[in-house]
């Protein structure tokens, strides 16, 4: 029986289904693909992760490893693809897994899921995780990478500034306004008489004129 981490391929779907609301089989297959990964790095690896997509892996990362969106620990770069790295924090080299599509011709369920070629509704969903199980991580490809210095443990500017143009913090390492304003989208997901109202100075005494170097509020009363 195929194993994930340290639970049975069972016990893995109860927990998917507990943490995402239903048995995604997007989160079994990266289940795979976590467990691949892991069992590639040096053992006692301190690592971090780089999702390739918004959509289940994050979550099966969530499940099985420590990082998360919230730590900073897991990184998503929505590229569309399905893959994901894991890498030593501090060196930056570690594995990439990925979904080889070149691999699905003895799983049709599998493929038919993966390159959406029948709707959701009409998908075999017991013989989609049933094939899942079967498969486990022999569809998946696997590649030893390097990734960039920026990417590393240190390796990103974490003083906070403040924004001259919406007055709200950010990362000053991300330049010298925040990228929402540098992008002329103070909140591209509300409407616009919202963010002409935010973009007013809103005399909270932390502005640039209050700044200490570093971006620190001043002691000034």
């Not at 990266?30 to 040096?42: E, H, I, K, Q, T």
């Not at 080889?100 to 013989?127: N, T």
């Not at 390097?146 to 950010?170: D, H, M, Q, W």
């Not at 990228?179 to 002409?196: D, K």
């Amino acid at each position: 029986m195929h194993e994930i981490g340290s639970y049975t391929y069972d016990d893995y779907c109860k927990r998917v289904k507990a943490f995402h609301g239903t048995l995604a089989p997007g989160i079994l297959v990266g289940g795979f693909m976590v467990d691949l990964a892991r069992r590639n790095l040096p053992p006692g690896t301190l690592f971090d992760v780089i999702c390739e997509t918004v959509q289940c892996l994050p979550d099966a990362v969530q499940l099985l490893t420590p990082c998360s969106v919230g730590n900073q620990w897991m990184k998503i770069i929505d590229v569309g693809r399905f893959a994901l790295t894991l890498y030593d924090k501090d060196t930056g080299e570690g594995v990439r897994v990925h979904m080889d599509s070149g691999k699905l011709e003895r799983w049709p369920a599998i493929r038919e899921w993966f390159f959406k070629l029948k709707p959701k509704r009409e998908q075999d969903l017991g013989l989609l995780v049933e094939e899942i199980r079967e498969a486990g991580a022999d569809i998946c490809g696997m590649d030893k990478i390097t990734v960039l210095p920026g990417f590393l443990r240190g390796g990103r500017e974490k003083s906070v500034t403040i924004c001259p143009i919406c007055g709200e913090a950010y990362r000053a390492g991300d330049g010298a306004v925040c990228p929402a304003c540098s992008q002329g989208e103070l909140l591209p997901y509300v409407e616009q008489a919202y963010c002409t109202e935010m973009a007013q100075p809103k005399g909270c005494g932390v502005g640039p004129a209050n700044l200490a170097p570093g971006g620190r509020p001043s002691q000034s009363p």
